[in-house]
């Protein structure tokens, strides 16, 4: 799919190719140059044209003056020069003849494209540590993670999502220990990973009074290590327990996975992976420890064998990575997590590709900032961490009482309120660029009137509610002559800009492009609204066009939901 901003670029770099014998710079320049002004008076992108001067030996106006001579086409209406710069202005021909059948006829497909195809993205996400409570803090790797997978599917893509699980390590030791002094079956069973966070605390404060414990614990592991049976079924059903807990917040999420393949599935294929190291000369045994020294990237050494021999995540990931390239050949290989695994990365990066790899460069690390939580009083059992759940539930329950203040008698209640919960956090969270450390307000992700995601779903179900009582969309034929009023104008060319913004999201790895978008496609259609008449139009053909022009807003709103995995409600 052609953007406007590619095609712009195309024409003025084919233009400059003629003036210029010895083009230094590249198409792709040129789309980069294009900018969009603040004020709709400049045109609805602007080219500067000072960075041309050195290569064409003109001043910069004088540039604009033959650049800009003869480009108006089907989609540049106009193409103004003011000063060294060119101010283009969109054809209302082409938003209205044009890329509203688009719209109209592609439906939520719009803004998709295809280059993708036949490639494979694999996004590890979430990725939680078994038996540990779901927190805050994997909210930006479950949900960065997965906008990101659709993002990639919208281009294309075959993408798989895995939920690289913390299934494995000396923990879980320490729970069998614990589980076998303190615990119950039935405790267990009744309360769930509750009780094994607490089984889990209590270890820890029992240890620190006496160190012998840790002895047992990893007594314990290694047997597991040693395929024991009893042992392995109880990490089994600690691994079921916690799968069953994550799943009541993936669903609320809307979140499915190709693959649980976690730590223990790697640490089966570690012994490999030493041995290739080995063979390739890379690891230094230092103080008992296997290590590769990486002094040479100014990095310091990645640990991947303890003392006693046992491996670390290091290892896992070294044969995760290489195990996924073989399974899936991808084409990238995304990694979601923290900003605080940074280091690990570009460690796991370079020994990858000292190991030979050349696929190395493909990996690519995704990482995000802190979440932190203010002036809400949320309550949570394990007293300092908030719980997903319990964020999602008191989110759930405050909408509720909104929307039965706003319209009591909404029919599917429940579904809405889950739906607006849920999705306010991630909007929320989404808003921000994802590298930013956030603090954490739910009034704010809730305030209705606010840039959030209630507003957002708002507008969406107002649009829902114009068609219906139009009695559904129309058939149209429009033209650049229905477009009589600037709101529906301005509206056109934000809706217009949707794929430019998918393939942005796409290049930063940066979903929040689509959030704030939504941002703007909800307040040109809100100005819309407010200035025209719709329904009650006065003549049919007005009417009907603003009805087609509500139905593509639909759409495109609908679709960004989707990507940002935000679901849909007709009506609030
Ligand atoms: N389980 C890890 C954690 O909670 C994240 C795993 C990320 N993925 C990976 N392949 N290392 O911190």
Same mark, same amino acid.
């Given at each position: ?14 233009? &400059? ?18 900018? &969009? ?25 004088? +540039? ?10 089907? +989609? ?26 688009? +719209? ?18 694999? @996004? ?22 997965? *906008?990101?997978?659709? @993002? ?129 000369? %890379? ?13 040479? &990237?100014? %990095? ?34 995304? &990694? ?18 000292? %190991? ?36 999602? =539930? ?22 809405? =309120? ?14 921000? *660029? ?60 934000? @809706? ?9 999201? +796409? ?41 087609? @022009? ?23």
């Amino acid at each position: 799919m052609l953007t406007i901003k590619k095609h712009i670029s195309e024409c003025l770099y084919n233009k &400059y190719a003629v003036l210029c014998a010895d083009p230094e710079l590249t198409a792709e320049d040129f789309a980069g140059f294009l900018e &969009y002004p603040p004020d709709e008076k400049l045109g609805d992108l602007a080219f500067p044209c000072f960075k041309l001067s050195r290569a064409l030996r003109m001043a910069p106006p004088a +540039i604009a003056a033959k650049l800009a001579d003869g480009l108006a086409d089907d +989609i540049i209406g106009k193409a103004e020069v003011v000063g060294g710069y060119i101010n283009f202005y969109i054809s209302p021909e082409y938003l209205a003849g044009k890329l509203m059948p688009d +719209i109209l006829e592609r439906g939520e497909s719009y803004g998709s494209f295809d280059f993708g195809k036949g490639k494979t993205v694999v @996004l590890d996400y979430s990725s939680p540590n078994v038996a540990k409570p779901f927190h805050i803090g994997h909210l930006g790797t479950t949900v960065i993670g997965h *906008s990101l997978k659709k @993002l990639h599917q919208f281009a294309g893509y075959d993408c798989v999502g895995v939920n690289y699980l913390g299934d494995w390590g000396t923990q879980f030791g320490k729970l069998i220990v614990a589980y076998r002094k303190w615990g119950s079956r039935e405790q267990v069973e009744k309360v769930g990973i509750d009780e094994l966070v607490s089984l889990y605390v209590k270890f820890h404060a029992e240890a620190e009074k006496d160190p012998s414990l840790d002895d047992e614990a990893r007594a314990e592991f290694t047997k597991l290590e040693h395929h024991d049976e009893e042992n392995t079924n109880l990490w089994k059903w600690f691994i079921q327990l916690s799968l069953d807990e994550y799943s009541k917040t993936y669903k609320q999420l809307g979140i499915t996975f190709e693959s649980y393949n976690g730590e223990s599935f790697a640490a089966q294929r570690t012994d490999d992976v030493i041995k290739e190291l080995n063979e390739k000369d %890379m690891l230094r045994v230092d103080d008992g420890a296997s290590l590769v020294d990486l002094e040479k &990237y100014d %990095m310091p050494p990645f640990l991947i064998l303890k003392k006693d021999g046992s491996t670390l995540y290091s290892a896992r990931d070294i044969a995760t990575a290489i195990y996924r390239k073989n399974t899936y050949d991808f084409d990238k290989s995304i &990694y979601v997590t923290s900003a605080g695994q940074s280091l690990h990365f570009a460690q796991l990066f370079k020994v990858v590709e000292m %190991m030979g790899y050349d696929w190395a460069k493909q990996m690519i690390h995704v990482p995000y900032g802190t979440v932190s939580i203010n002036g809400a009083k949320l309550a949570t059992r394990t007293g300092n961490v908030i719980l997903l759940r319990d964020l999602f =539930a008191e989110s759930i329950e405050k909408v509720s009482k909104i929307i039965e203040e706003k319209n009591s008698a909404l029919e599917n209640r429940d579904e809405v =309120a889950e739906a607006v919960g849920v999705g306010a956090i991630i909007f929320y969270y989404l808003s921000n *660029s994802r590298i930013k450390d956030i603090n954490f307000i739910l009034e704010d992700a809730l305030n209705f009137d606010g840039n959030t995601g209630p507003y957002a779903q708002y507008t969406y179900a107002r649009t829902c509610s114009i068609i219906s009582k139009a009695g559904g969309v129309p058939d149209v034929k429009p033209s650049g002559a229905d477009v009589t009023d600037p709101s529906e104008a301005a509206l056109l060319k934000t @809706l217009s800009i949707y794929p430019e913004k998918v393939l942005n999201a +796409i290049d930063e790895l940066e979903p929040s492009v689509i959030t704030r978008y939504i941002l703007d496609v909800c307040a040109a259609f809100n100005r819309f609204y407010h200035e025209c008449q719709i329904v009650t139009a006065d003549s049919p053909k007005v009417r009907d066009f603003r009805v087609a @022009l509500t139905a593509c807003t639909r759409s495109v709103i609908g679709s960004a939901f989707e990507l940002i995995c935000m679901r849909k409600t007709e009506k609030i």
